[in-house]
């Protein structure tokens, strides 16, 4: 019994004596201050460059396409990823917010910007040119910019533009659709939605009755 205490007590004195140098280790290990000067280097730059082709993680890029909207050197004409009803409403906000100052909201050139003294008119989106220009182009536009138009690379993140440019051809198609391209049974010129209680007043929002109550339709 007095064995084990002793036994015991000796192996409680080494963990101390252990754990405590193992402390101090961490305490006085050699380190360098955030950018402090450092002898062990010939620049003397403590902080070191990165090593040549880092790639910081999430951001390899291996989807050129979804970066630059070219194959090889051309604009291609397809969307990176499906397009949803999330993507094209979360395109005409951007659209709204970033394009629209000077290519108005419905793309035809006549923003805000341009009527104040903005060197040029953007071209409508609306001319056969740019109908017919791939999505790819679109996406171009933005990452690079066009003529006196900087681009948007930095306030506008690669998905976001993407979404744009599928706003974009949506834009184009509402503006320039034939009978062919209107779902069947819908009536064209599509009716007004029909609306609960409309006072027209502008003081509050008109809310839009739910369509499968007919009965909303007989109240004044
Ligand atoms: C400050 C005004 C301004 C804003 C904001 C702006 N543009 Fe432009 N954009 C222009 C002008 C001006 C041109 C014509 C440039 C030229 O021909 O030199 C142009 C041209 C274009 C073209 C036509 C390129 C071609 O092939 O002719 C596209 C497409 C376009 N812009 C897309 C966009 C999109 C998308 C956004 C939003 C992310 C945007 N622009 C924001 C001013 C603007």
Not at 100 to 127: A, E, K, V
Not at 143 to 150: A, E, R
Not at 195 to 209: E, F, H, N, Q, R
Request: hydrophobic share 40%; glycine share 8%.
């Amino acid at each position: 019994m007095v064995r084990l205490r002793q036994v015991s007590f000796a192996a409680a004195l080494a963990a101390v004596g252990l754990l405590s140098a193992c402390r101090l280790d961490m305490q006085v290990q050699p380190r360098l201050n955030p950018l402090a000067e450092s002898n062990f280097f010939a620049d003397h730059r403590g902080a070191r460059p990165l090593v040549e082709g880092t790639v910081a993680r999430g951001d390899l890029r291996a989807d050129t396409y979804f970066y630059t909207g070219k194959i090889g050197n051309n604009d291609g004409d397809y969307m990176p990823f499906p397009i949803t009803k999330e993507v094209l409403e979360r395109g005409r906000e951007r659209f709204d917010i970033y394009c629209s100052p000077c290519h108005s909201p419905l793309g035809d050139g006549n923003g805000f910007i341009p009527t104040r003294g903005f060197s040029r008119r953007p071209p409508s989106y609306h001319i056969p040119r740019l109908q017919k220009a791939p999505l790819g182009h679109f996406f171009d536009v933005m990452t690079n910019g066009f003529g006196i138009m900087l681009d948007y690379s930095s306030q506008v993140t690669p998905r976001d533009r993407w979404a744009i440019v599928a706003y974009i051809r949506a834009l184009q198609l509402s503006q320039d659709a034939i009978r062919a391209d209107v779902p069947a049974g819908q009536a064209i010129p599509s009716r007004p939605p029909k609306m609960k209680g409309v006072d027209a007043s502008g003081a509050t929002l008109p809310i839009v009755a739910p369509a499968s109550t007919p009965k909303l339709e007989e109240q004044p």
